[in-house]
């Protein structure tokens, strides 16, 4: 059964409020963006399996450990994950990235797949799939059955807000997702936005309106 972990540190929260304020600007959202992820990269990471390296400080030979699990890639939902990448690739140097092109079609409000260019080895590597906003679940279950289908076996999923409808979603389609999110909000309105939120990602990480 899906895990949900809300990453509610005092930071992340401080940070996810001005990312939400209507009058913050593209470049305080990326920047804010990017450093909520990276808080958020120590709580996903937590469990990260660790194994004994014998190394010597400039004073003493000691047992010292490092990580020794499966590797990992970061794949971001274009575009708005996009926004998520920097945050954790600085945690974690070694990780491959892959991308998904997704968007919601504005009509049917079915996820549309444009794009998908992943990691060869990705059975290989455990995913950390990332998008800022989880609202009715289509663009997150469509990008994981592409993941699926291109042989991912383990798969996280990072949001920084969902709402109770896309974890469900998730949570039914794919039981053994754990997702990582930062606020889990009210609801949808009528037009699938997250209420309160914080209104578009993809446009308000690149100005597009
Ligand atoms: C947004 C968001 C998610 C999706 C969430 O992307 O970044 O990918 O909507 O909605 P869902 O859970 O109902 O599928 P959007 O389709 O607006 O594309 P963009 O990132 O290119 O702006
Ligand atoms: N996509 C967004 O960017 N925001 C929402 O609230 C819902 C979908």
Redesign the pocket.
Known sequence: MNKVTVTDHPLIQHKLTLMRKQNTGSKDFRELLTEITMLMGYEVTKDLPLGDVEIETPVAKMTAKELTGKKLAIVPILR?GIGMVDGLINLIPAAKVGHIGLY?DPETLQPVEYYCKLPQDIGEREVLLVDP?L?TGGSSVAAIQLLREKGAKNIRMVNLVAAPEGIAEVHKVYPDVDIYVAAVDERLNEH???VP?L????DRLFGTK
């Open positions: 708005a919601r906003m609202a699938k936005y997250i939120g209104g578009d990602a993809g």
